[in-house]
């Protein structure tokens, strides 16, 4: 599986937008980018995911790098519920069968209210 | 909907005892994924079942632990003679089909082995 990498912490305030990156050299071309999301004492959440375009839904935004090589999860106007682990993940979007999430150690999203 | 539920979030274990964790996949899921978060760790794959079916079972450890998904009922972790290094949460997770982009995790059970 293609290696991320991830700032272990980061802290933002409240209401500010919080720009999240994820380095992904080693990326290959069918290979989707996903971020999951583990709030204290819950089971990780899906986020967001794309391939190549910037994608956004109503949690979050991804913009990805032109060269794929990197990405940023975007939380436009952060609150308290937001302060989580985030871990960004690639799965092979062209494998058959189904995969594991493989998850590195992600970054600790602090909120200051 | 429900969501993904596992139970018993909690459970207390002595030494050698057995630990059976159960989880109940989405409605129309039927995928299932084990994972097991270690203290201060990220999460690591145990295993993949499907209806009767195991999958790919990479992350189970050789000894002691086993996983089922039966045609009926929800899927089941088993912990048999547990160690002290088996405290961690475990997370169950299902998708609908094996391509499913998105998985979706229950609230996890976590383990405590005195």
């Known amino acids: 599986d293609a290696k991320t990498t991830q700032p272990n912490s980061m802290e933002s305030n409240e209401e500010e937008p919080v720009h999240l990156p994820c380095n992904h050299s080693?990326?290959?071309?069918?290979?989707?980018i996903h971020w999951y999301r583990q709030l204290p004492s819950q089971g990780p959440e899906y986020v967001i995911h794309g391939l190549t375009s910037n994608v956004n839904n109503r949690m979050a935004s991804l913009a990805i790098a032109e060269d794929r090589k990197s990405s940023t999860l975007i939380l436009h106007r952060a609150t308290l519920r937001d302060a989580a682990v985030y871990y960004c993940?690639?799965?092979?979007?062209?494998?058959?069968?189904?995969?594991?999430?493989?998850f590195g150690q992600g970054t600790r999203l602090t909120i200051n209210p | 909907n429900a969501g993904v539920m596992q139970n018993p979030r909690h459970l207390v274990r002595r030494r050698g005892q057995e630990a059976r964790l159960r989880c109940s996949p989405m409605?129309?899921?039927?995928?299932v994924y084990w994972y097991r978060q270690l203290p201060e760790e990220g999460l690591k794959f145990m295993v993949y079942l499907q209806k009767e079916n195991i999958i790919d079972e990479s992350g189970m450890p050789k000894e002691r632990f086993s996983a089922e998904f039966p045609k009926e009922g929800p899927s089941i972790l088993r912990i048999q003679q547990v160690v002290r290094g088996d405290s961690a949460a475990y997370f169950c997770?299902?998708?609908?089909?094996?391509?499913?982009?998105?998985?979706?995790f229950g609230p996890g059970t976590r383990l405590l082995v005195l």
């Open positions: 993940i690639l799965r092979d979007g062209f494998r058959q069968g189904a995969q594991k999430l493989v």
């Open positions: 080693t990326i290959s071309g069918t290979d989707y």
């Open positions: 997770a299902s998708s609908p089909r094996q391509d499913q982009e998105t998985q979706y």
């Open positions: 409605k129309g899921h039927s995928h």
